[in-house]
Nanobody, 121 residues
Framework: VQLQASGGGKVQTGGSLRLSCAAS????????MGWFRQAPGKEREFVAT????????YYADSVKGRFTISRDNTKNTVFLQMNSLKPEDTAVYYC???????????????WGQGTQVTVSS
């Protein structure tokens, strides 16, 4: 499975961005999808995940109520809508695919290349 993330950029505090992650696999619907992020000097952290059918989602406490993960299985794409962005959301954001619905990054099998999100104060 090849994953291509896009949609990152620079915004001011309170702004919004929508990340997309396009998957190459025809078996996209077999995979749960997740978003992770890594800020400079910090470990990669879980952001959100969505089940293969799109019926179940989980979020990190730090983004709950501000970020929304969704997917369009007809287009093999997963999205991350990010609202009310804060400077602490600045990071490289990665999408990933797994056969196990999980928050643990080591259980994800495939990773995209990352897209930079920068939030200025």
């Amino acid at each position: 499975v090849q994953l291509q993330a896009s949609g990152g950029g620079k915004v001011q505090t309170g702004g919004s961005l929508r990340l997309s992650c396009a998957a190459s696999a025809r078996t996209f619907t077999n995979y749960h999808m997740g978003w992770f992020r890594q800020a400079p000097g910090k470990e990669r952290e879980f952001v959100a995940t969505i089940s293969a059918a799109g019926s179940t989602t989980y979020y990190a406490d730090s983004v709950k109520g501000r970020f929304t993960i969704s997917r369009d299985n007809t287009k093999n794409t997963v999205f991350l809508q990010m609202n009310s962005l804060k400077p602490e959301d600045t990071a490289v954001y990665y999408c990933a695919a797994t056969r196990t619905l999980t928050l643990r990054d080591w259980q994800y099998d495939y990773w995209g290349q990352g897209t930079q999100v920068t939030v200025s104060s």
